[in-house]
């Protein structure tokens, strides 16, 4: 079993729609829980950063963290086809500087 | 201000051969972390060089290895590579913990793609 879940997708959406993304994660030692973004052939991109449970929101973007169910989710509010891409979550341990990576979600956001 | 750069781009090499991969960190940083990230899946952690040592390291075989340069540069070496280590080898880097800086903002590379024949 792998230590972080993630469903692969491809999520296919119509502009302006909202979308949820979701990890699933095994390690309850995880404490920091990120989101990035990826385009086709670059590097990732931060988007999110939480710590421990709880929301954050960042413009079209909210994350949540359910430490209790193990559960991380992103929303990404009026999406736009400029949010097409991969999103993969990360997250780490407290006392270790070393990111476990979900294996990323498609989006594919339509005109 | 630049970011995290990569060289090179492409690198087709054939089994048995050895390969070294660059990173230069974003300017202020001094910790690079090097990741795998092999086609439809995220990137591995391979490890992490910080005051040019490594301090941490994922499940990958000595046959990774690198190096952190005074400069914070660093290198990824893999020898008698395997047709299992194509992939996108990314960099990322970051501030050291207990420098003030938030040690989870990662900042990748462009990665470098390595094809293995």
């Known amino acids: 079993q792998k230590e972080v879940e993630q469903d692969p997708g491809p999520l296919s959406v119509p502009e302006g729609a909202i979308v949820s993304l979701n990890c699933t994660y095994s390690n309850s030692a995880f404490q920091y829980f990120m989101w990035y973004r990826q385009y086709s052939r670059k590097g990732p991109e931060l988007l999110m950063y939480?710590?421990?449970?709880g929301n954050k929101e960042d413009g079209r973007f909210t994350a949540q963290v359910d430490k209790s169910s193990k559960y991380i989710s992103l929303f990404i509010r009026d999406s736009q086809p400029s949010d097409s891409a991969t999103y993969l979550c990360a997250m780490r341990p407290y006392s270790f500087n070393k990111f476990y990576f979900g294996s990323g979600t498609k989006l594919n956001v339509k005109p | 201000d630049a970011g995290v750069t990569q060289s090179p781009t492409h690198l087709i090499k054939t089994r048995g051969q050895q390969v070294t991969l660059r990173c230069s960190p974003k300017s202020g940083h001094d910790t690079v972390s090097w990741y795998q990230q092999a086609l439809g899946q995220g990137p591995q952690f391979i490890f992490q060089y910080y005051e040019e040592e490594e301090r941490q390291r994922g499940n990958f075989p000595d046959r990774f290895s690198g190096h952190q340069f005074p400069n914070y540069s660093s290198e990824l070496n893999v020898n008698a590579l395997l047709l299992g280590d194509s992939a996108l080898y990314l960099c990322?880097?970051?501030?050291?913990?207990?420098?003030?800086?938030?040690?989870?903002?990662?900042?990748f590379g462009a990665g470098t793609r390595l094809s293995v024949l």
């Open positions: 990322a880097s970051s501030l050291a913990p207990g420098t003030g800086g938030v040690v989870d903002i990662q900042y």
């Open positions: 939480t710590y421990s449970s």
